[in-house]
């Protein structure tokens, strides 16, 4: 059975994420004391007892849920990512009530369930999408830090952290996008994150085409501040996996842009981050570009730097976003987990791929997560054995197809 019947009384069952409110009663007014909606799933409360519900995934002909109901309980479909749901209610043989999803000029809420950079900048476009494809009216919630990022970009949605209570029209659809645990969880993401891109991923949870679609976002001053050319590095992580751990890259490939006329710029947040004792500390000879400012201000960092050396995660994110090419170090992600790029430098002689592999879940709280070889010698291989060599020859190509493209304009 595809769907939960709950008391009206009680909270539906499933939900994998603290991070979002249950819902609550069905918002919307069908006919002879009907409710429904979709938020959060297709939900149906009956006003009589032996009225019988079913509900219908229109795109694959699947019947979903087909029972008798008692008065003022509410089904609620286990799937919770999108679904072109038909819904009808029956008295005996009597068609109550009938309903196919249509969102048009309806009001539906896309609540981000990850405050990380990354995730939001890989997951606006497929918002976007939603919204062209259904012209619904879109309320986006997201942490306040990333809303000047793309308010202007994206001037047909309206961004909220939802801690005002919403009035108007009630809302006619919610969808929870996010990474729900266990990751083999199939009620709330229709598919894996380890098997699927990050842009993906959010594509199939809101129905829309699965493509690559580079975001748009806002930068706080189009006008170049720094004198001379430049490269934006950004060394930091959220876990020590992240990291180019090769002792010698950071400092060797600063020295080498800087040979070959650049200034170099680190960019992160933190100038140092990591645990106690073993910290990761930015490379000598960079400039000091951290410190708390906003993503818009780096974003018009970027924008005017020949291009872009960083890790997997938010900043590279934004690199890309902007439009500056993008150097990417990683090991602990296969390529196809990121946007495309022709600068993906990875080791494959060495242990890579883990955040990939369906036999593990990476664990946010654990900074020191190397599944594979967290007690030997070989701890975050995957990057150890990621040479400066193999680095500085990426970045020169990447030099060399500058001048080429400089020299053809």
């Known amino acids: 059975m595809n769907s939960t019947v709950n008391p009206a009384s009680g909270a539906q069952r499933g939900l994998q994420s603290a991070t979002f409110a249950q819902p609550g009663a069905p918002a919307l007014a ?3 004391g009907i409710r429904y909606d979709f938020n959060f799933g297709c939900r149906v409360q009956v006003p009589k007892d032996g009225w019988r519900v079913r509900m219908h995934d229109l795109d694959t002909a699947n019947t979903l849920f087909d029972e008798v109901m008692n008065a003022g309980e509410i089904a609620a479909s286990r799937r919770k990512y999108y679904v072109r ?21 309806r009001r539906v809420r896309v609540e981000v369930g990850s405050n990380a950079i990354g995730d939001a900048i890989a997951w606006m476009p497929a918002f976007e999408a939603f919204r062209a494809q259904h012209d619904c009216a879109l309320t986006v919630w997201m942490a306040a830090s990333l809303h000047a990022l793309f308010a202007a970009s994206y001037p047909a949605i309206v961004f909220t952290t939802g801690a005002v209570e919403e009035t108007g029209e009630p809302v006619y659809a919610t969808y929870r996008v996010g990474a ?9 993401q229709p598919t894996d994150l380890r098997v699927s891109n990050l842009q993906d991923f959010a594509s199939y949870m809101l129905g829309v085409p699965a493509l690559e679609r580079r975001p748009r976002v806002s930068v706080a001053n189009p006008e170049r501040t720094i004198a001379g050319r430049y490269v934006c590095i950004a060394t930091q992580a959220s876990s020590q ?23 170099v710029l680190c960019i992160d947040r933190d100038r140092e981050y990591g645990l106690p004792g073993e910290l990761n500390v930015m490379p ?5 570009f951290t410190g708390a400012r906003p993503l818009e201000e780096r974003a018009s960092l970027l924008a005017h730097a020949d291009f872009f050396v960083g890790l997997g995660s938010g900043l590279s994110w934004l690199a890309w976003a902007v439009g500056v090419p993008v150097v990417l170090i990683s090991g602990f992600s296969h390529p196809k987990a990121e946007f495309h790029t022709p600068w993906r430098v990875i080791n494959f002689h060495a242990c890579n791929s883990c955040y990939n592999d369906t036999r593990y879940e990476s664990d946010d709280s654990d900074f020191g997560w190397c599944p594979r070889h967290a007690g030997d010698a070989f ?16 970045v020169d190509r990447v030099i060399a197809a500058l001048g080429a493209a400089h020299q053809d304009e």
């Open 30 to 32: 069908g006919p002879e």
């Open 85 to 105: 749901f038909l819904l009808e209610v029956f008295d005996g043989a009597r068609l109550v009530f009938s309903h196919s999803f249509d969102a048009a000029g």
């Open 180 to 188: 729900y645990r266990p990751l083999s969880d199939r009620d709330h």
């Open 241 to 263: 996996c992240k990291y180019w751990n090769n002792p010698h890259g950071w400092p060797t490939l600063v020295a080498h842009l800087k040979a070959r006329g650049y200034r």
């Open 284 to 288: 000598a000879g960079a400039e000091d």
């Open 379 to 394: 701890r975050y291989q995957c990057t150890k054995a990621i040479t400066p060599a193999h680095v500085t020859g990426v």
